[in-house]
Nanobody, 114 residues
Framework: VQLQASGGGLVQAGGSLRLSCAASGSIFSIADMGWYRQAPGKQRELVAIVTSSRNTNYTASVKGRFAVSRDRAKKTTYLRMNSLNSEDTAVYYC?????????WGQGTQVTVSS
C-alpha cells in the first residue's frame, strides 16, 4: 500500500490550494482519511479528518477555511485550503487507515508568502 500526495506549492497570502492524496495497492477497506502538517520547529498536528461515513473534523485554526473530502472510487482524499496565511506554511501529510493499518504519504510542502 502506498499513498501519493500532491498539490502543494507556493501561494500568496489569501490564496488557495488543493491537496490530493491517492492510495494504491492491495486495499480492502479505508476507514479514516486525514491530513496533518508540520511546521519548522513544531510538532506534527492534525489538520482535518474525514471518516468513512464522511463525518469531518478540523483543528480550530482552519475551520471555515479548509475543507476535507474523499472519493471512495478513486481511494483519494482532498484538502481544499482557502484564505491561506503564513501560519499555514508547513509540510502537509496525509494518513489513511487501510486494512486496519495506518499509512502515511510522503508529505507535500505548502508555503504561503505574505
Amino acid at each position: 500500500v502506498q499513498l501519493q500526495a500532491s498539490g502543494g506549492g507556493l501561494v500568496q497570502a489569501g490564496g488557495s490550494l488543493r491537496l490530493s492524496c491517492a492510495a494504491s495497492g492491495s486495499i480492502f477497506s479505508i476507514a479514516d482519511m486525514g491530513w496533518y502538517r508540520q511546521a519548522p520547529g513544531k510538532q506534527r498536528e492534525l489538520v482535518a479528518i474525514v471518516t468513512s461515513s464522511r463525518n469531518t473534523n478540523y483543528t480550530a485554526s482552519v475551520k471555515g477555511r479548509f475543507a476535507v473530502s474523499r472519493d471512495r472510487a478513486k481511494k483519494t482524499t482532498y484538502l481544499r485550503m482557502n484564505s491561506l496565511n503564513s501560519e499555514d506554511t508547513a509540510v502537509y501529510y496525509c494518513k489513511m487507515r487501510i486494512n486496519g493499518f495506518d499509512y502515511w504519504g510522503q508529505g507535500t510542502q505548502v508555503t504561503v508568502s505574505s
